[in-house]
């Protein structure tokens, strides 16, 4: 596996990845109108302008990615998502481990997941990531805000 720069031409493709991923979290939820399940293409192509994008591909097929957005203190994560058919093969811990050694000089990492997410919560946590807010998102369901310092 090999983790890169994504470049515009991937975009299609990891949406369609974010989406099958995200449909996931959605039927956690009962709640289909999460963001990455209704971010378009264009929607997409204007948030890479703004965020690195990194992919995981496999004999050439791209089965994983994340974002990133630096400010002058922290390298924010989201997005991270991987094929249905490859979890729990390590792809989603491979791009986070690969985040915070392309962003090694940032003593501050942020993230966040839905408190029903417990897997996505569980390896946060295996990475040192520890909440430290929780702040509503519709009735019942709250958002975990995490960080990890070094």
Known sequence: ?????????????????????YVIQAKIYD???????TETLDDFKVDFENKAVYKAVIDSQIVGAVRVLTDETTCHIGKLCVLPQFHGKGIGTKLL???EKIYKYYNRFELFAGSKSVDNIRLYERFGYKKFKTVPYIEGITVDYMEKLR
């Open 31 to 37: 709640d289909y109108n999460i963001m990455p399940l």
């Open 1 to 21: 596996m090999v983790i890169e720069r994504a470049i515009i031409d991937d975009l299609v493709a990891i949406l369609v990845i974010q989406k099958l991923a």
């Open 97 to 99: 481990k690969e985040v």
